[in-house]
Every structure is written in C-alpha cells, then in structure tokens.
C-alpha cells in the first residue's frame, strides 16, 4: 500500500482523522467518519489493510481521551478491571470467530437495535444526568467482565456501535453519568483496538506510516473534544451520542439494503 502523505487527497484524510479524533473522545463513533474515508481515499487497498489502519490511527486518540477524563473523574477500577480484561479476551475470539463464520446477522440486525437504543435513550431524558454507581462487590464485578466480553467480542467480530454499547452499558448496569460513562468507554474501546491492532499487524494488515500520521491528528481531535465533554458535561455528550447513534441507524440501515440487493 503505497501512501504519499503530502497528496491532498491524503489530508482530507488527517481531516477526517481530527473529526473522529474529537467525536469518538465525546460519545464514540468515530469510525463513522474515519473509515469511510479511509475506503474512499484508497478503494483500491486490502480493506484488511484500512481497518488495521484505522485501529491504529484510534487508538491514540482514544487513550489521550482516557488520560484527560480520569484527571477529572474517578472510576472504579474494581468495575473497571474485568470489563478491560474479559474485552481484550472478547475482541480476540470475536475476530478468530469471523474468520470461519458469518456477520450477517448482525448487519441485518444492528439497525433495529439501534433504534431500539435511540428511543430508548430519547424517552429517558434525565438518563445519564447523575453519578449513582451501583457498589455490589463480586456481583457487579461479573456484571462488567460479562459486559466488556460480550461488546469486546461483538467489537472483533463486527464492530459498528461498539462505544455507544459501552456507553449504555456504563449507564444502566454500573449507575454512570454521561461523563464517567464515556471515561470509561474509552479505557475498554483501547482495550479492543489494542486486541485488534495486534491481530491485524500479526498478518501484515497495517499501513504503519499512515496509521501513525492519522494517529497525530485523531490525538489532536480528541483533546478538543474531551475538553469540550469536560467542560460542557452530560447535556453536550447526550446530545452528540444521539447525534452518533442516529448517524450509525442511517448507516447500518445503508449496508442492510445493499446487502439484501446482493441476495436478490
């Protein structure tokens, strides 16, 4: 994969790295922006090439977010530790798993539950507005491994809507706000691309060139937007995460059309 950085094609591309940079630091969904351009600059490339890419370009981003949120939040790592753990374990399987079966379902699937999540979301409007962690020792520690290995695993195995799934997942089971949810998030989701970064490299999948010049621009995203998240709060990252989700409905709702015209 030959790749000139200076082409201008290729910083429409850093464009593109700043913008998912600073949406995935908020709410997620930052490969809604960053992988399409990825396939549109170079729809001649490996796609196992691109995707390799783009984790490694996110995951720069995502753990900066990480770092910046838990100086003015603190979690509990007891919650925590299992997700991270159980999702590296999750993403691994998740991505062997695909290699002898297939995503369709999901992708018939996924835009359902999406819908399913925004009205959800939009009926519940005080959801997310208060910090009450639920504290329940051994029970809730097997709620988060449970959680971070069933998203890890669907992150591997398919992907799109992995941080808004975390993001509620935080919420209703664990008691997070908004903010302490979406810091959290961000620790998992660099758990699942750190998981996949490996996987893709172990097979030459990677453009490391690119990946680490998009990674510059995804961090520099990312601290814009994780100080935005700081400092306008839930209401700021509750109104992007709809904003994320419903641009993911529109999406999935694309890819299922297309897939049932392939059947056809």
Do not use: C
């Not at 999901?106 to 009450?132: C, D, E, K, N, W």
């Amino acid at each position: 994969m030959e790749i000139d950085l200076f082409h201008w094609t290729t910083l429409l591309l850093f464009i593109a790295a700043f913008g998912a940079g600073f949406v995935d630091s908020v709410a997620g969904g930052g490969g809604l922006i960053q992988v399409p351009a990825l396939f549109a600059i170079y729809p001649n490339s490996n796609p196992a090439t691109l995707l390799g890419t783009n984790k490694l370009a996110s995951i720069g981003g995502t753990l900066i977010a990480a770092k910046r949120y838990l100086k003015s939040v603190n979690l509990p790592y007891f919650i925590l530790t299992p997700a991270i753990l159980s999702a590296f374990v999750g993403s691994f399987v998740g991505a062997a798993v695909v290699k002898s079966m297939s995503a369709d379902v999901f992708r018939v699937l996924l835009p359902a539950i999406l819908i399913g999540l925004l009205i959800y979301t939009l009926r519940q409007p005080s959801m997310g507005s208060s910090h009450m962690p639920v504290v329940d020792g051994k029970k809730k520690m097997i709620h988060a491994a449970l959680l971070g290995g069933g998203v890890g695993f669907y992150d591997g195995f398919f992907g799109p809507g992995t941080g808004s799934f975390l993001l509620i997942g935080f919420i209703r089971i664990f008691g997070f706000d908004f903010l302490h949810a979406s810091a959290a998030t961000k620790l998992v989701n660099a758990t699942t691309n750190f998981a996949a970064i490996l996987l893709f490299a172990s097979f030459g999948h990677m453009a490391w060139a690119l990946g680490f010049a998009m990674m510059l621009l995804n961090i520099l995203g990312s601290i814009f937007g994780s100080h935005y998240a700081l400092r306008h709060g839930n209401g700021f990252i509750r109104k992007i995460f709809i904003a994320v989700v419903s641009a993911l409905i529109i999406k999935t709702i694309v890819d299922a059309l297309r897939y049932f015209q392939l059947l056809a």
